[in-house]
């Protein structure tokens, strides 16, 4: 059979500024943002009435109402109505997985073009019964008379059973929280306090230049009088960030993770949009780069391995399939969960004990340039709402890429549950 598989360009991508919850998108929601990002992506690229083959939305907080997300974001964003949608989530990763879903559409042929993104509040979050009152009501909504309903919902009641729940932040299978999962890691690593503040006051630098030097002025769209991310502070030093107090570890005397050095909860949406060269030059539209290729991966977390640690493990198998090395690239987009998962993540791949008896390899993945990580600021400066990062680091770098003319860039986003998403973008 013929090959027919098709290149996958990145056109562009747009996002509303990132803000911490319960500020200023508290009463918006995931759907007024995904509309926003969508909007604000067919006013940019012209596709007012356009029918893409797909929209690939996502949100890891939602409402059950929000299980259509994506189709019902898009019928108000001015996409023909005939566009189909998909609402996913993966934790962390979700746009990028959907990026990377969208990709493999584009490539086997099956659609020319598509919008991949995500959005989420922490601010909106579902609140729900008491698992014993969800079991009262449905047995009264099962029971046949009127007085067999009367009997069911008084019977054995207690007050306690209108006590709310709220989502949780803990892992399910351990009952820890990512960020004491993450403590961990920096224990195991021997990733100092010091080093962790030190790549968050140069993540809030680097986001902070980006803004003044106009880098995202086509990527960041003002929304509810924001034009900037509500995270960042320019003025932060290492001394601000010294005198936190440990966010998670409170206790042992021994915690180095603080709100300053972690993201914190986050409110925003982002989306990019996708396209094979035709489609494209149809459009008269530029590909500013181009998804060459993705692997996930997920560890054993629960009998022992770091929550966050997937991405060593994807990345080394996916730059074997396309003939790389770990230096083979121009720009290097790890996403900030915390400052510790980064360097967590570049201690091992520089590891030889950990790369030979983990990964498998002969030798040491070995050091990257740090001038060339997360040049424009990432997660710690900008904030993270979960299912928005993937298409906020997709845009940004293949922007840069854009803006250099050529070269590659690595993508690497740790997610809840053990996992990682990671991808390669390239502009030849």
Request: aromatic letters at 6%.
């Amino acid at each position: 059979m013929e090959n027919t598989q098709q290149r996958v360009g990145v056109i562009g991508g747009v996002r509303i500024p990132f803000c911490r919850n319960n500020t200023a998108y508290a009463d918006v929601g995931n759907f007024g943002m995904s509309v926003k990002v969508l909007g604000a992506l067919v006013e940019r690229f012209g596709l007012h009435g356009v029918e893409l083959g797909e929209v690939a939305m996502g949100a890891v907080i939602k409402h059950p109402s929000e299980w259509n997300l994506a189709r019902e974001a898009l019928l108000s964003s001015g996409l023909a109505s005939t566009t189909p949608g998909i609402t996913t989530a993966r934790a962390c990763g979700t746009s990028l997985d959907n990026a990377i879903l969208i990709a493999n559409k584009i490539a086997a042929g099956q659609i020319e073009a598509g919008i991949a993104g995500g959005s989420d509040t922490t601010s909106d979050v579902p609140i729900v019964y008491s698992q014993r009152l969800r079991k009262r009501l449905l047995a009264v909504n099962r029971a046949k008379t009127p007085l067999d309903k009367l009997k069911t919902a008084v019977r054995g009641f207690s007050f306690s059973e209108l006590k709310p729940s709220f989502p949780g932040v803990a892992e399910p299978r351990t009952g820890m929280s990512m960020g004491e999962h993450c403590e961990k890691m920096a224990r195991e690593w021997r990733i100092g306090r010091e080093e962790q503040d030190r790549l968050a006051l140069d993540s809030h630098r680097k986001l902070s230049i980006a803004y003044e030097a106009g880098f995202f002025s086509d990527l960041v769209v003002p929304f509810r009088g924001l034009k900037r991310d509500g995270f960042l502070r320019p003025d932060t030093s290492m001394d601000k960030l010294a005198g936190l107090k440990p966010a998670f570890d409170k206790s042992s005397g021994l915690g180095t993770l603080t709100a300053g050095n972690s993201t914190g909860l986050s409110d925003g949406a982002a989306a990019v949009l996708l396209a094979n060269d035709a489609w494209a030059a149809k459009r008269g539209l530029t590909i500013q780069a181009y998804l060459r290729d993705a692997e996930v991966a997920a560890v054993d977390f629960v009998h022992g391995e770091g929550l966050l640690m997937a991405p060593t493990i994807a990345v080394p198998r996916m730059l074997k399939r396309n003939g790389l090395t770990l230096q083979d690239f121009d720009f290097y987009e790890i996403h900030e969960a915390f400052a510790a998962q980064v360097l967590c993540t570049l201690r091992a791949w520089e590891s030889a004990d950990y790369c030979k008896n983990r990964l498998g390899l002969d030798a040491p993945l070995g050091h990257i340039d740090p001038a060339k990580l997360n040049v424009n600021g990432s997660s710690l400066a900008a904030g993270h709402p979960f299912a928005a990062t993937g298409a906020r680091i997709v845009a940004t770098l293949a922007k840069m890429l854009e803006q250099k003319g050529s070269g590659r860039g690595l993508i690497s986003i740790c997610t809840a549950g053990g996992m990682g998403v990671t991808a390669i973008l390239e502009r030849p």
